[in-house]
């Protein structure tokens, strides 16, 4: 049987296919079968596509209507009708609708299974501090100047300097933050220990094992006693200046506030005294640096009414009051004592001083000028190799968790980079003047304590909730201090003061500006006989025993008030017991 070729149709009026072309029977060559004309610009589909899948009738209508060829006959449809017509619903009346906040929407919208409580508090917190990042981005592009960390919105009507400005004070001269972020200077050899004073006690270990758990109530130590001595009431100071020892005399907390400065906010003061060829760095009595700033870098205000345990004024004294406790609670009190050469220069016979190590060290700056400061350490630890360690002690406080963001009693355990990131963020420049002191001491460890109210509202009842240690110079790295960059500040305010004329001079911190004046002061300013508008006494650093007696009677008064309050209730009540029975 041969191969069967098909009908091949014949045009007899010219070339090509005839126009009606014979469609064989196999195809159906009875029926009558449209043809759609198209033109060459028109997209043909696919005849047959087994590969599509339409997800309901609208797409399966809308497949249909791709398709150029149609070879659906008339014929078709009116049996398609037909058909059509043949079919009833059992119930007819629409299905009802779904309520759109009900608990079928809600899971028909969100088909994945929903999230436990603690990861949408999780969820929610993330999406906090994004808002919060974006917030701080937006206000750190939009400042009026380009100073790290100074907070636009104080305005200079609120800001006060720390000392008043005299009519009679001379302005010598004004200098920018920008300058001072752009100097450095590498001191070329290691300082020189002159002299040791003091005794220090053993750091206790089993405070490194402290945990939110397992708290420490913080002691009040009020037979010890702190020194704040400036520069020329030291005795010691004094006889390294007559033998001529150096030129620039300084303490560490005086330097550390110099290296710090482009981080600082708030106003504070410094006087400088040029006697002959040397220069005198000392601080006012009651000064802003024997307090410690609380949220000074922080992007919120802090109250300014000093009535109000939070403000300012009143977190910053609470905060010396911890440190100072916080630095002799860590310690073996009752142990053995590392004795340097000299005892406490500032102690009188009898008179118990708290564990602190003075350390008179000398830099040379260059060849004609070098420089002494009394630096400071708080405790000592055995080295497992057999020698020793020296500590700096200095605690953190937390005072409300709503105002910081942070609640150290949850994170510190599980997130201690946070909280310290925090900390960083909002007192930048107490951690960096802590960093440069320890430097400036030659301290082989700092501990930083995080210390927090027992509640929010109680000011005086604290807990030491943990203790961590970090070596200076990593710290210093960590937090981004730099030290060619400090010692290059102190070497070019060194150089300006020494063009000065012999006298007495003050810097002082603009409180709204990113920038330090010196004036030119007289003589007797800041002395006994100086006429001067004094600071009211709750601006004045208090010592530690007056602090401890106002809390006393502060508690007593809200016993007596609390007392009398109880009385006044209960003759109301015999009041009303009487009116009753009458």
Partial sequence: MGFDVGVVPSNPDGWGPPDVPAIPQSLGGGASIPFA??????????????????????????????????????????????????????????????????????????????????????????????????????????????????????SSSSAKPSVDIQPDWTMREQIPFANFTKLSFSVADQPEDLLLCGAVEFYDRAYDRVNPKAPRRLERFKSRNFFKVTTTDDPVIRRLAEEDKATVFATDAILAALMCTPRSIQSWDIVVQRVGNKLFFDKRDGSQLDL????????????????????????????????????????????????????????????????????????????????????EVHAVNADPSGGRQFLTLNALNEFDPKITGVDWRQKLETQRGAVLATELKNNANKLARWTAQALLSGADMMKLGYVSRVHPRDHYNHSVLTVMGYKPRDFAAQINLNTANMWGIVKSIVDICMKFEEGKYVFVKDPAKPQVRIYEVPSDAFENDYVEEPLPEEEQVRPLADVDATAQEMDAAAEAEANGALVANSGEDDKVAEATAA
């Fill in 292 to 375: 410690l700033t609380v949220n000074e870098t922080a992007q919120e205000q802090l109250p300014e009414n000093k009535e109000d345990i939070n403000s300012a004024h009143s977190l910053a004294v609470e905060a010396t009051y911890i440190n100072q406790n916080f630095s002799q609670q860590v310690l073996h009190r009752e142990g053995e004592k590392v004795t340097f050469d000299e005892p406490n220069p500032f102690a009188s016979a009898g008179e118990e001083a708290a564990s602190v190590g003075y350390q008179y060290r000398r830099w040379k700056l260059d060849d004609e000028i070098s420089l002494v400061a009394r630096c």
């Fill in 37 to 154: 004309p198209f033109s060459r610009s028109d997209k043909l589909g696919r005849i047959a596509d087994w590969t599509r899948n339409p997800a309901g009738p609208a797409a399966f209508a809308a497949a249909s209507r791709d398709s150029v060829f149609d070879f659906t006959s008339a014929d078709d449809s009116l049996v398609a009708g037909a058909e059509d017509s043949s079919f009833r619903l059992v119930d007819a009346k629409p299905p009802p609708r779904q309520p759109r906040f009900g608990p079928k929407w809600r899971f028909n919208q969100r088909p994945q299974l929903p999230q436990r409580q603690d990861e949408e508090v999780e969820a929610r917190r993330r999406l906090a501090e994004k808002e919060r990042a974006r917030r701080d981005r937006h206000f750190q592009n939009n400042r009026s100047h380009h100073h790290p960390g100074f907070r636009g919105n104080q």
